[in-house]
């Protein structure tokens, strides 16, 4: 079966410029979470999905991230307008609802905002 | 709200020698625990998972952790590393909650193995 799928894989974009990030969840997984990972902050959770609606989304840093989830199998997270710090590794994960059960990641999109 | 400490930030270790990595957690009720490791470059990739019963775990790679309630611990243990095993761990704790399961994660134990 194929895994939680990303694109794109690396990013390297100007600031101020709108940044898109994609993520297939594995089907028939009904949970989708966004996390960011840095080497000063480690692994953070920005937002998850429970059955295509926004649970949590306390850990979005600022409204100039934003994340939608129009169907089960595709959802997206978007930088407007995008800043240096926002460099990081971005991963999506998903995994079936029931609390016991394990979030299978991506391989993570490589974002640099010069 | 569950939290989860991973006390060791860098191991070194040998190859074919014993390696054990620390996880305590903060949980009210029982909890759901795992571990995951990354490969460098790589996303987190699961090794095991504790929900109920044996307290001895065995996951993939030849990895197995043992549930301490009385310790509030989830350590992970291989008897022999390969050089493969250079990587980053997590240990992560699942939460109860509304709908969903969103898991807290520890920071991170970098393990450096030596030839």
């Known amino acids: 079966d194929a895994g939680v799928i990303q694109s794109p894989r690396h990013e390297v974009t100007e600031m101020g410029q709108e940044v898109t990030l994609r993520c297939k969840p594995i089907s028939g997984h009904n949970s989708l979470f966004w996390y960011r990972q840095t080497m000063m902050r480690g692994l953070e959770l920005l937002i998850y999905f429970n059955n295509n609606v926004p649970i949590d989304d306390s850990g979005m840093p600022e409204d100039r991230f934003s994340a939608k989830m129009p169907n089960a199998s595709f959802s997206t997270l978007k930088i407007q307008p995008s800043e240096p710090r926002d460099s990081a590794v971005y991963f999506c994960?998903?995994?079936?609802?029931?609390?016991?059960?394990?979030?299978?990641f991506g391989d993570g999109t490589r974002l640099s905002i010069l | 709200a569950q939290s989860v400490t991973q006390p060791d930030i860098h191991i070194t270790v040998s190859e074919g020698a014993s390696l054990e990595l620390r996880c305590n957690y903060s949980?009210?009720?029982?909890?759901?625990l795992f571990w995951y490791v990354q490969s460098p470059g790589q996303g987190l990739q699961l090794l095991l998972k504790y929900f109920s019963g044996d307290t001895l775990v065995q996951g993939i790679k030849g990895f197995e952790a043992e549930f301490k309630r009385s310790q509030s611990s989830f350590n992970l243990r291989k008897p022999s590393v390969h050089w493969s095993d250079a990587a980053e761990y997590f240990c992560?704790?699942?939460?109860?909650?509304?709908?969903?399961?969103?898991?807290?994660f520890g920071g991170g134990t970098r393990v450096l193995v030596k030839p």
């Open positions: 949980y009210g009720a029982t909890p759901y």
């Open positions: 994960a998903s995994s079936r609802g029931q609390q016991n059960q394990p979030q299978h």
């Open positions: 992560a704790v699942g939460a109860t909650g509304a709908a969903g399961n969103k898991l807290t």
